[in-house]
């Protein structure tokens, strides 16, 4: 069963206000077969009912071809079909290496008064630090057979096709989650001069506090050497189905009030309006960030996180030929998806992991 995903954007109208929230679902769609990629394969000239699979490979000498071309089309079609909203927090790049550096320069701090006649000081420029992403070779056989072939198992073959395409854009999905949700990828720390609160990755509880925390963490993020701040702002979240509603109900509610009176101060008074109210542009809630109450803040416009190809996805097959030893010896044709490319946080100031296994406490 498909997994689904939900991305909640902010609608603001008039003046920047809020007008309202847009809550998308999204999974993958039903392929619109307006085009059969098998259609063509298994027309039968003068006759409008169609050929069997078995009788189109040995009547048509580019069957074969056809084959692998229909399932490329059902494939490719499937990863299309499949939205990534991750992917809008990702910066894209293309790579020619096995790896690549990417290097955090230092700021320059602030200007000195210097009046006429007096010798300017220069600085030199340091790298605060550099991130190594390394891209990998990703590859998946599967196997038609001759029995699919054979007993017209034209479902089957679009199965594994469709299959296909899904492999892909779930692979990608993992390498992603893996990655912010991997709290040794998150570094920063106050007592490192990267910041003006504390460590960026904790077992946070979502609540007033906890999300106070993790925004100010990334707020007053700043270069180590200088203390210059990066202007950093969190404007996406991204979480698990068991935190829809909490998350939801913490930034979207119009008002705030008590819960009940436990005689204990408010954190926050006794005001009515809510704060956290659009303070966040874009909710992504997906079941690949865990599977307790884990969240992560991001700013999305930082482009923190690199996503770099030295070769797309693509799909090869093994020709249905003597000399091929899948065909000669299993009666199988095999097909190969592969895909080459890395991926890695690169800056993760702009980032707040929680890893946190308690439920949110947003009454």
Known sequence: MAEQIKEITIQRGINDQISG?????????PLLETYDPFAKLLEREGSSFPM???ETMVLKPDAANMLRDGIRFL???????M????????RM??????????????ALGVIPIKNSGEDVDFTNRSFEGSTKVTNYLYRLGVIVTGDDIKFDRIGVIRQIA?????????TEDDAFFTDIQTTGNFTRNSTTNDNDIGANTAATTFNALGLDLAMATISTSKDRKTGHYLNYHADTILTTPR????????????????????????VRGMGTTNPYTGTLQRIIIHPKVGTSYQWNLVDSTAYSYVWQTVDPW??????????????????????????????GIIDDRAWYCSSSTTAPTVS
């Open 243 to 266: 935190m829809e509603w909490p998350v939801k109900q913490m930034l979207m509610s119009p008002i705030l009030m008590r819960a009940a009176d436990t005689g204990a101060a408010e």
């Open 83 to 90: 939205g990534q909203p991750w992917k809008q927090l990702v």
């Open 314 to 343: 693509q799909i090869l097959q093994e020709n249905q030929i003597e000399a091929s030893e899948a065909w000669l010896v299993r009666n199988a044709i095999r097909y190969v998806i592969m895909g080459y490319f890395g991926h």
């Open 21 to 29: 929230f847009k809550d998308t679902v999204i999974e993958p769609k």
């Open 162 to 170: 469709t299959d296909l395409g899904r492999s892909a854009v779930v």
């Open 93 to 106: 790049e293309s790579s020619s290496k096995p790896e690549e550096m990417y290097l955090r320069d230092s």
């Open 52 to 54: 069997r699979l078995l």
């Open 75 to 81: 494939a490719f079609s499937q990863i299309a079909s």
